[in-house]
Structure formats: C-alpha cells, structure tokens
C-alpha cells in the first residue's frame, strides 16, 4: 500500500494526493464487495458530477481526470486497497484471538496484584453489611487480600441471589 502511494500522482502536491488517496480508501472501505472496474467508474462518475456543478472536494482533478496517467494510478490505487482491506480481514480472527489473550493476561496481572495487596476499607465495610444482613458469621479479614474478600463477596451474593429472582 505504502509502496504503491509513492509510485502514483506525481503530479499533485502532497495534500492533494494525501486528500484523493483517503477518499479513495474510504470509497473501497464501504464498497468491499464491487469490483475495481466498477468503483472506478463510481469514483470518475461522481468526481466529473461535482466538477460539472462546480461543488468538488478536489477542483485539481479537472484537468487530470480525463489523462491515462491518472486513470491508471487510480485503478492500482484502487486494486491495492482492495488487497489490503482482503488481508485484513483474513487478519480479523488473528486479532481478535490476540486481542482475547491480552485481555485475559491483564485480568490475570490484576489478580496476581489484588492478591497481593489490603482490602479496601469500603470492601470491608461491604462484606460486614452483607454479613450482617445474611445473618452470617463474619471471617477474620485481617488476613485476607483484596482478591480473597472480593471472591468472598462474590460467594455471599451468589449463594443468596435466589432472594432477588422473581419465581414465574
């Protein structure tokens, strides 16, 4: 892709050719399953409707619109960012999977860090109210760690959730 933006528009400055890249990109982005040959003529057609009525983000293209060089450029512009947005999303499984795995390792590291750390005094004003309103016997939690009271809590509002559903 990045090869490929060197090579073609050598005759726009580098915002014009920054400009008609990205809208290029944006137009194969939302066309993915038309053709080159047909988002071609879906960008000439509407790049020659707004010049004809004098509304065109890009008012440079009016002279080059019509030349080989250009044409050419953007059927490899075009072509390319088809092959890139094809890999991507070959790559989507790939990502996610990674994307899973990081977030299991930061739940992990945040649990290897709670285990390791007070509870809070708000967690243990919490599990005092739950106790007291469970009528259950209160455990020792000068011993315990963030994590042991948090999965302690966890246990105390599962066992009792069946007070809270709603038998049909």
């Known amino acids: ?11 726009f400055d580098k915002t ?6 990205n809208y290029i990109r944006a137009l ?7 053709s080159a040959e047909n988002l071609m003529n879906k960008f000439l057609e509407e790049q020659a409707y707004y010049l004809e009525i004098n509304s065109s983000r890009f008012p440079f293209l009016a002279e ?7 044409l050419s450029d953007t059927k490899d512009y075009i072509k390319e960012c088809i092959k890139y947005y094809e890999y991507k999303e070959k790559q989507r499984p790939i990502i996610e999977a990674q994307k899973e795995y990081e977030k299991k390792k930061r739940k992990f590291l945040q ?10 005094k708000k967690q243990i004003y919490y599990y005092e109210k739950l106790c007291k ?36």
Do not use: G, W
């Open 28 to 34: 194969v982005k939302q066309n993915l399953h038309v």
């Open 64 to 70: 080059f619109i019509e030349e080989s060089d250009f």
């Open 111 to 120: 649990e290897v860090k709670m285990s390791k750390e007070a509870p809070t």
């Open 16 to 21: 014009q050719k920054t400009a008609i890249c």
């Open 133 to 168: 309103k469970y009528s259950l016997e209160q455990k020792d939690v000068t011993n315990l760690s963030k994590l042991d009271l948090r999965d302690e809590i966890e246990r105390i509002l599962d066992e009792h959730s069946n007070d809270y559903k709603i038998n049909d």
């Open 1 to 11: 892709m990045y090869q490929i933006k060197n090579r073609i528009y050598q005759n």
